[in-house]
């Protein structure tokens, strides 16, 4: 069946250093979303990817999405303690199915 | 988006018995859907709850296990049925406005069997 790969699937940054987290998908994806579990927390929707090649910014937050709809990635630029959790990449497929990755757990030492 | 509670926030059950888990929108919404959590690990879709129909269940789940109402567009319960310590998890609804829409997510079930 479809799977979505996610790596790493731990980080541990300096504060200030960039972290990077990467998917990716075995069949062609609808689109892509993006969340954030803070510890104890439950998902919390980032951001969704539909048209190939897309690149959105929130802020120090950067996501791609793959030319053939099949890879993404979340960029952080200078994490900050606030940035600690687990991310989650989840594929859509054109089923309408969602396949969540195993998510990166981000820690984040001051 | 939507605001979503779930009920209970958390519980500690023993073995073999059944636990049900609210969960209640703010507003009408065309797809409900069940995640379950298990520790440490990523998100598995359990079924997608159907108003006015039987749910549609996710491959290695099933209704006798897990039945799910769904009774309006605002509300649906799950059932975990006679428990064992590896129905422990959290367990998520989530809403969307379509299929392909972007999903939402209730605050979550924190289940302990024992």
């Known amino acids: 069946g479809q799977q979505v790969m996610q790596i790493p699937q731990y980080q541990h940054v300096q504060e200030g250093e960039d972290f990077t987290t990467y998917c990716n998908s075995s069949?062609?994806?609808?689109?892509i979303q993006w969340y954030k579990q803070r510890p104890g927390g439950h998902p919390v929707f980032l951001i969704q990817?539909?048209?190939?090649?897309e690149v959105k910014k929130q802020k120090r937050l950067t996501f791609q999405f793959g030319e053939a709809k099949k890879n993404s990635s979340l960029h952080i630029t200078a994490t900050q303690t606030t940035d600690v959790g687990t991310y989650f990449c989840?594929?859509?497929?054109?089923?309408?199915?969602?396949?969540f990755g195993q998510g990166t757990e981000l820690s984040v030492k001051p | 988006s939507a605001v979503i509670s779930q009920k209970p926030s958390r519980d500690i059950c023993q073995r073999g018995t059944s636990l049900t888990i609210q969960c209640q929108v703010d507003?009408?919404?065309?797809?409900m859907f069940w995640y379950r959590q298990q520790p440490g690990q990523s998100l598995t879709l359990i079924a997608t709850?159907?108003?006015?129909?039987?749910?549609?269940?996710e491959s290695g789940f099933v209704i006798d296990k897990f039945p799910i109402s769904r009774p309006n567009l605002t509300f649906s319960t799950l059932t975990v049925s006679n428990m064992s310590p590896e129905d422990s998890s959290i367990y998520l609804c989530?809403?969307?406005?379509?299929?392909?829409?972007?999903?939402?997510f209730g605050p979550g079930t924190r289940l302990t069997v024992l």
């Open positions: 709850a159907n108003q006015g129909s039987e749910a549609t269940y």
């Open positions: 989840a594929g859509q497929n054109q089923g309408g199915k969602l396949i």
């Open positions: 069949t062609t994806l609808s689109n």
């Open positions: 990817l539909v048209k190939s090649g």
């Open positions: 989530s809403v969307a406005g379509t299929l392909a829409d972007t999903q939402y």
């Open positions: 507003s009408q919404v065309t797809m």
